[in-house]
């Protein structure tokens, strides 16, 4: 499975983006989605995932009320709307995905996924 990102870009606090991650290669509906950030000196942490089927989604505490992930299978896009963006918002945003017939998924955990998109750099001005 190939993920491309994008999206990202330089906003103002407070500002909306809406990053996409587009998946190629194999059937995109079976697989569970995630979006993980990394910021400058840090470790790459979970952000939000979506389970195949849309019906359950997943977010860190830090974004809980200010993002929200959906997907769209007929596209084989998935997509991170971010509302209310302060600096620490700043990172790049790595979508990642595993097969939901290999059971065991926590989407939480970044072991738990198998294929990685390149990240999308997303700046927060104050």
């Known amino acids: 499975v190939q993920l491309q990102a994008s999206g990202g870009g330089l906003v103002q606090a407070r500002g909306s983006l809406r990053l996409s991650c587009a998946a190629a290669?194999?059937?995109?509906?079976?697989?569970?989605m995630g979006w993980f950030r990394q910021a400058p000196g840090k470790e790459r942490e979970f952000v939000a995932a979506?389970?195949?089927?849309?019906?359950?989604?997943y977010y860190a505490d830090s974004v809980k009320g200010r993002f929200a992930v959906s997907r769209d299978n007929a596209k084989s896009t998935v997509y991170l709307q971010m509302n209310s963006l302060t600096p620490e918002d700043t990172a790049v945003y790595y979508c990642?995905?595993?097969?939901?017939?290999?059971?065991?998924?926590?989407?939480?955990?970044?072991?738990?996924?198998?294929?990685w998109g390149q990240g999308t750099l997303v700046t927060v001005s104050s």
């Open positions: 990642a995905t595993r097969n939901s017939r290999r059971l065991g998924w926590s989407a939480r955990e970044r072991d738990s996924y198998d294929y």
């Open positions: 290669g194999r059937t995109y509906s079976h697989y569970h």
């Open positions: 979506i389970s195949w089927s849309g019906t359950s989604t």
